[in-house]
């Protein structure tokens, strides 16, 4: 069934990771309803709204990583390309940067 994606370990943890918000987020919502609120995005968002933009950010991060890690890897004279665990961490922080401060 999954046998068309290169599933690996960096991959696997993203997508749990992106599961667990969601399920998070929900029981959140339910427990305790969002409002708009006004921060560093140009429109006022809920938190739910935070959360797609922030997944959707992360998700630009990890492409535009993994499709520039072999000229990152020239530019810097490395060896072998850098490892993705990097945009993983950087793409976490930016979601949780618009998921706080948004």
Request: include cysteine.
């Amino acid at each position: 069934m999954f046998d068309w994606m290169a599933w690996t370990l960096p991959v696997a943890v993203f997508f749990t990771c992106i599961v667990f918000m969601l399920i998070g987020m929900t029981v959140w919502e339910i427990k305790s309803p969002t409002t708009l609120r006004k921060g560093f995005l140009p429109i006022a968002t809920t938190r739910g709204d935070r959360l797609f933009i922030g997944l959707l950010t992360a998700a630009y991060v990890n492409l535009i990583f993994v499709g520039m890690s072999g000229r990152i890897a020239q530019w810097l004279t490395l060896e072998s390309e850098p490892s993705v665990w990097i945009s993983f961490v950087l793409s976490m922080a930016l979601l949780a940067l618009i998921l706080r401060k948004g």
